[in-house]
């Protein structure tokens, strides 16, 4: 009976550590999702380079952002078919470029790239 009151108190505190540690990644993960911004609506070129898409949106934004304030970008989503590419036989095609997913390395610099945007909302990409 000792045995398995030791195993028990063992597991207890095993499981306690595990949900503890948890708790600390979650925490973490909103943080860092904090840091992040997505943005839509951007035409989409084949073999694009993300962060520089991001760059020029910024500039045409009026913020002067650098490479190295961009900790990732890249497309999401589904790869949706041009005009060209629809078939006939296709009942439904999503048309449209797929998202830009950006996570930035300031939470202000985010701040400030929302900011600008809603400044601009009459902005295009032309």
Request: hydrophobic residues 35%; charged residues 35%.
């Amino acid at each position: 009976m000792l045995v398995c009151n030791k195993n028990l108190e063992e597991i207890d505190t095993r499981v306690t550590k595990l949900e503890n540690r948890m708790e600390e990644l979650s925490e973490r993960d909103q943080d860092l999702l904090a840091n992040d911004l997505e943005i839509s609506g951007l035409p989409e070129q084949k073999g694009e380079v993300a962060i520089n898409t991001v760059i020029l949106c910024a500039r045409k934004l009026g913020l002067d952002i650098d490479h190295r304030e961009i900790v990732h970008a890249e497309r999401v989503g589904i790869l949706r078919k041009s005009i060209d590419d629809i078939n006939s036989s296709q009942e439904e095609v999503r048309l449209g470029p797929r998202r830009i997913m950006v996570r930035m390395s300031r939470r202000a610099l985010r701040e400030e790239f929302l900011r600008s945007a809603r400044v601009r909302r009459t902005v295009t990409t032309e």
